[in-house]
């Protein structure tokens, strides 16, 4: 039986594309334990991110703790929100999938923070001589308390780090084991891929090496070689076709280089305008006497302008990556400011208050804009305020 060429092509289409199956088949297999690798991966960086959040957070309570009970400070509208924002990472942590050792540090943890939290609520409201009788014994015991606390502490993010650090170890294992079987399997391929390559090869390449010529002919620009047609095949087909495109080809050449002019003044053209709206938008962030803060979605900073650096007294280049919730006073006030701006696109001229850098508390009027990529899709927010401190203190006077 006499094979045409494209039975001939059918054959060594059909077996490399089972060699490709075959090893996207592997591959895939590879790829999932992978795949199932890194979810653990990223579940343990979840828990070991929680486990370092509850761990700033303690240390921060205990700090604030000690200076109340010693009367260093006096702020409750501070102490307050820091109470719960531990009894709420507490309660998270709680809710990852945590060891049963992990689960006794973390209640040692919730049982002595709880302790710490009455006792202290307790000597807030002890008269003066009642105090200075029980201060040194409450010292004493809080010692003792935040010692138990900071130590289960430490053993729950030693435990949180070693789990973290064991998946990141298996996955390596995991990815090198994959990579072995991946580049096995794609070198049986290709060298069973190119034996095919060349036994079909030598069965076809005769008849049309003369057309490759004139073909590379063409691509040089070179004039118009006309290939003789010999057979009445596919070949001959080809042939023929070839005649037709590089008549074709001449022509499309023309036009292409006048298009190309053209287009080449059009980007030209545009990318001034690109340009110039860009310094246009530089100079209202650069030059604006208003606060203009970017973010992500995780809160970090990502752009802080000349004016929210006048008002909040912060360099600009040491705020790239800072929480932005970490300037307000009220974090549980941001957090509704942000959900709100979120669900809604924008929340409009809000009063809150800002912490400065020297510690002061600042006025300021903010608008809260959700960002979108081309997509439609949420990737942050954008922040504009104006400082109303002087203007509410015009008012009371």
Known sequence: MKLTIRVKLMIGYAATLGLMLTVSILAYFALNNVNKTVSQILVHAHKYDMVVAL?????????????????????????????????KKILYVGKLRLKEHEKEFLKKIKDEFNFIR?????????ATAARNANIVPLLKDMDKAKLVLINNMDALYDEAWRSLDNEGIAADKVKEKALQQ??????????????????????????????????SSVAKGAPYPEVEKTTEDELGELVASFNQMALDLKT?????????????????ERTAELGKTKEYLENILEYSGDMIITTTLYDEIVQFNRGAENILGYNIINMVG????????????YRRI????????????????LMKKSGDIVRISLTVSRLKDRRGTVIGLVVIGKDITKKE?????
């Open 55 to 87: 761990r700033h957070s303690a240390k921060n309570f205990l700090d604030i703790n000690d200076a109340m009970i010693k009367e260093h400070m006096r702020d409750m509208e501070y102490y307050k929100p820091l109470v719960l924002d531990v009894e």
């Open 118 to 126: 009455e006792r202290a609520q307790e000597s807030f409201n002890w």
């Open 182 to 215: 991946i580049i096995t399997f794609s070198v049986i391929a290709i060298v069973a891929g190119i034996w095919i390559s060349i036994y079909m090869s030598r069965k076809i390449t005769t008849p049309i090496m003369a057309l490759s010529l004139a073909a």
């Open 252 to 268: 499309s050449r023309d036009q292409i280089e006048i298009y190309n002019k053209e287009l080449q003044t059009m980007v030209e």
């Open 322 to 333: 800072v929480r932005f919730e970490d300037l307000f006073v009220d974090k549980r006030e």
């Open 338 to 353: 942000r959900e709100r701006a979120v669900e809604d696109g924008n929340v409009s001229s809000y009063d809150t208050r």
């Open 393 to 397: 203190e015009d008012l009371k006077i």
